[in-house]
């Protein structure tokens, strides 16, 4: 691949995050502006919470075109912006931010990004039943995403199960999709046969990512069946160990890398205006992706 050549008219992009060293994002959008020979750089941005309003300031003041926002920011960053798309505001994070002229608007692409990666296993949500494990910002996206797109019923489990009522409530009263929170310890008992009876189960948790790769949810594995579309939003390690259990039982199964590829496709598409070259990207990312993964395990 040819090295970028960064001159006076380079237009900036990168992403907010801490911390910042274990991300795929730089190397998936530079090979991206590459190949469609933009004059664009993406850049790791390491920002401590302390300091995300003046990170946010510096997207202004250096004219920077737009950012991506990850963990632990993409919640607290809502305050900073001057616009927030409908569908962020309703998921109440943002991960996706454009600088129109010193306006910055905050969008959320995990959830095209989400409903993208589901189309690509040939699951249609329509009518269907959904278990998702986790209420946190992921949570949050997939359940709205899921909503959108007209499933008939979904059921949230979670460790707070506060946190996954208020999530059920958020979709049913914003979509009208009947959806539900159960506590996290039920999954391997009464819960099974909500699981078990799913014609998908989405595990949104940090569980089983890089270093506890060891960990899994406690969905016992008869829960799975063939036929079921299992997706595990982790990206490192792909898959995971709950995700090689559910492919034992054969259902259809999805890592994150592929959520992670269309969220970020949508983001360069609102940055360049072009459409994102996706194979491009997907082969950056795997390459990326098995380098990091080499570096962990030497
Ligand atoms: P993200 O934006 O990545 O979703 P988050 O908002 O911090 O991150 O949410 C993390 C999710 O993983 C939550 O659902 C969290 O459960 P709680 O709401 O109870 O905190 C869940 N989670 C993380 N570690 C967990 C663990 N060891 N057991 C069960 N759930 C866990």
Request: hydrophobic fraction near 45%; charge should be neutral; include cysteine.
């Amino acid at each position: 691949m040819v090295k970028p050549v960064i001159t006076g008219r380079t237009k900036l992009v990168g992403i907010l995050g801490h911390p910042i060293t274990h991300t795929l994002s730089p190397a998936m959008h530079n090979a991206a502006f590459a190949a469609l020979g933009l004059d664009f750089a993406y850049l790791p941005f390491d920002v401590r919470p302390e300091e995300l309003k003046n990170a946010v300031a510096g997207i202004r003041a250096l004219s920077i075109v737009g950012v991506n926002v990850t963990v632990p920011h993409k919640e607290t960053v809502l305050d900073s912006l001057d616009v927030v798309t409908e569908a962020a505001g309703l998921i109440g994070a943002v991960n996706t931010i454009v600088n129109h002229d010193g306006r910055l608007t905050g969008y959320n692409t995990d959830a095209i990004g989400f409903l993208k990666a589901l189309e690509d296993t040939g699951f249609d949500p329509r009518g269907k039943e959904a278990a998702v494990l986790g209420a946190g910002g992921a949570a949050r996206a997939v359940g709205a995403a899921l909503g959108m797109s007209r499933i008939r019923r979904i059921t949230f489990f979670n460790r707070t199960l506060e946190r996954a009522k208020e999530l059920a409530q958020m979709v049913a009263g914003a979509t009208g999709v009947q959806s539900t929170a159960v506590p996290w310890e039920e999954m391997g008992k009464s819960g099974m046969s909500i699981i078990r009876s799913a014609d998908i189960v989405v595990q949104t948790t940090s569980i089983g990512m890089h270093p506890r790769e060891a960990e899994c949810p406690p969905v016992p594995a008869d829960a799975f069946r063939k036929d079921q579309v299992v997706v595990d939003l982790v990206y490192n390690p792909a898959p995971t160990r709950f995700l090689k259990r559910a492919a034992a039982a054969g259902a259809r199964t999805q890592d994150g890398v592929r959520m992670l590829l269309h969220q970020g496709a949508a983001a360069f598409e609102l940055w360049t205006g072009r459409p994102a070259p996706i194979t491009v990207m997907e082969n950056a990312l795997k390459t990326a992706q098995a380098a990091s993964q080499v570096a962990e395990h030497p």
